[in-house]
């Protein structure tokens, strides 16, 4: 994708703003879409709606969404978060994160007799029914993403003796296969579009005959919220992504940033965290989140950069978001 997105293309002013005297010249552009993905809205619905079934405790392995907020505030109400299933006391329920599991940990939880609700991503189940797919067919499944990360131990825990982690661009030159006319390409659905079009040219350098996923595996709200800061991004002279630092999107939004022309740009999760030093010298700020950020935390942003004279907000719009996802089917309200 280009970075060259003209500024002017859904840009409107956000309502109520104003531009007062002392911050004359200076703006926010504020990224839409930007927050809580269809994905991450099902997850924390889930934990929520599980509290609420099954009174607390309960226990999540690993982290529902990376954010640390959202982690804290369901700590607070009685969520206790493992990272493994081993920790959980046996029967107690189990929610498993948004990020996917390993058909292991599933096997683990049985043999546990814990009471199991799934609250992945239904993208993300979509990139393991690839996986399985193609392991059928006996491909070398070359899997696009970051080590160590949830979703990809989960991926490639459906065909571990078929799936190579690609680990970026480098990382194309160490692989090898057993057939060059049998390889696909998935991928970790929250990195970087263009650094996964990148990794992917290096690897069909190598092998011609690599085939594509059947549909796109990067998610939408991931593209959906680069699109939008690369619109952004030229006419900024700093970018703050509100977002953790374990959030693979979050991360990925202030490298598209840096290049697609902001002058700076800078990772936070609280406005505490913003350092003033940073708006030395700027006229324009852009303002997005990742994809597991409640909104509460970006107006807190902007309340700081208000009371620092950017008291107008222009809102650039380069998509309209109306995807949902259902809850698991044990939560969802009984039907009469």
């Not at 700590?75 to 206790?80: C, S």
Request: hydrophobic share 40%; glycine share 8%.
């Amino acid at each position: 994708m280009s970075s060259a997105i003209p500024l002017n293309v859904g840009i409107a002013r956000s309502a109520g703003t104003t531009t007062a005297e002392p911050g004359a010249g200076k703006r926010v552009l504020l990224a839409e879409p930007r927050g809580y993905c269809a994905g991450v809205d099902r997850a924390v619905e889930t934990v929520e709606k599980t509290l609420e079934k099954h009174g607390a405790p309960i226990y999540v392995r690993k982290e529902i969404v990376h954010n640390r907020h959202v982690v804290e505030t369901l700590r607070e109400r009685g969520v206790v978060f493992v990272d493994e299933t081993h920790e959980v006391p046996e029967g107690s329920v189990v929610v498993f994160s948004a990020h996917g599991v390993a058909p292991t940990v599933h096997e683990s939880a049985a043999s546990r007799n814990l009471h199991a609700i799934d609250a992945t991503c239904p993208l993300v189940t979509k990139v393991h029914q690839e996986a399985k797919r193609f392991a059928k067919q006996d491909y070398d499944i070359l899997l696009i993403g970051h080590e160590g990360h949830e979703e990809v131990e989960g991926t490639a825990g459906e065909a571990p003796e078929h799936v190579q982690l690609v680990d970026g661009p480098d990382s194309a030159d160490k692989v090898t296969v057993r057939d060059e006319s049998k390889v696909v390409w998935l991928s970790q659905t929250t990195l970087s579009v263009d650094e996964t079009m990148e990794t992917v040219h290096r690897l069909r350098q190598r092998f011609p005959g690599l085939q594509d996923p059947p549909s796109d595996d990067i998610c939408y709200a991931t593209q959906n919220r680069q699109v939008a800061v690369k619109a952004m991004a030229p006419e900024c002279d700093l970018v703050i992504v509100v977002g953790s630092r374990n959030s693979s999107n979050s991360v990925r939004l202030v490298e598209v940033a840096l290049n697609a022309g902001a002058r700076d740009a800078h990772l936070v999760d609280y406005s505490r965290e913003v350092d003033l030093g940073w708006l030395d010298g700027v006229r324009t700020v852009g303002i997005t989140s990742g994809a597991s950020v409640p909104e509460i935390l970006v107006r807190g942003v902007l309340d700081l950069l208000a009371e620092h004279g950017y008291g107008e907000v222009q809102s650039v719009t380069t998509a309209n978001e109306t995807l949902v996802f259902a809850l698991p089917r044990e939560l969802r309200p009984a039907r009469d």
